[in-house]
């Protein structure tokens, strides 16, 4: 079960109090109190395994070390050690207390969600001319604490939508070494499954279905994850009652969502051709060019097809290349 929304609490570890003491020496008897060390402090990190956030299904709280009190002798307590929390890379912190948030779009990027309290000096710290045997000392800072909501938005290359049960994942699995699950019934997919096609990598969104947008279904769960998406790939079932009408719900959802997400480059497919004579499926590619949309049939029974598809994939990875030189 993929876990991609979350809420934590974090607290960073108090900074040690600074201590009082004297030196017990002869001819040196000043004070030689020590000062207390930092608390630590708490970093998110993005890692590659989109599972991450599944730790923090059942503890909810996480807290750094508090540093330790100064000790005599000049001695200085020890910083509290910082605490790491390993997240998938492509989610964004949200502070629930100060509105801020923080995006972790990728592997090895850390960032500071909790700062650790500042020790308090020791009374080696408040001596002066007038004041050579001081009794003052600070208390350690608190750390800072905070909610957090982490919310997991994927980051593919190609992401794939469409209505329930129109053979995104039956593709994915065809294009890729995923094994995710397929069926013949609507939302056989309740979580997105990743797939890796050499350099790309791909994305099977669950069907999203009218109204997803206000949250049907499971729709705004699965709409942030066509956010970072490059690329889509709309899906239309051949043995639809009204292909039409299911690529505008899509369309709609998406827009409603996020206009931005109409803005992404878009590839049409008419899957499960295989399962409709061809004159039927020559008649809904026509439907489409009406409205200027270029409709590939595609099944996974038909190798030509899925080379086509591999075809345009390819492209994508020339074009993602010559990106990076």
Known sequence: MLIDDVKIRVTAGHGGKGTVAFSKTKMNLGPTGGNGG?????????????NALNKFRFKKEFKAENGKDGTPQLRDGRDGEDLILSVPFGTVVHKLDTGEDVEVTKIGQRGLVAEGG?????????????????????????????????????????????????????????????????????????????????DLILADIPGLIEGASRGKGLGIKFLRHVERTKILFHFIAADSLDPLSDYETVRTELGSYNKLLLEKPEYLFLSKSDIIPKEAASGIIGEFKKLNKNLMPISIFDWD?????????????????????
């Not at 608390?39 to 395994?49: A, K, N, V």
């Not at 097809?305 to 030189?325: G, M, P, Q, W």
Request: charged share 25%; net charge neutral.
């Open 118 to 198: 500042r020790g308090g000096r020791g009374n080696y710290l408040f001596r002066s001319a007038t004041n050579t045997t001081p009794k003052d000392f600070e208390e350690g800072e608190l750390g800072e604490s905070f909610n957090l909501h982490l919310e997991l938005k994927l980051i593919a290359d190609v992401g794939f939508v469409g209505l329930p049960n129109v053979g995104k994942t039956s593709l994915l699995n065809e294009l890729t070494n995923a094994k995710s699950k397929v069926a013949n019934y609507p939302f056989t997919t309740l979580e997105p499954n990743l797939g890796v096609y050499y």
């Open 38 to 50: 930092k608390g630590g402090s708490i970093f998110i990190e993005g890692i590659s395994d989109l």
């Open 305 to 325: 097809s899925i080379e086509r598809v591999k075809k345009i994939l390819n492209d994508l990875i020339s074009e993602k290349t010559e990106k990076i030189i």
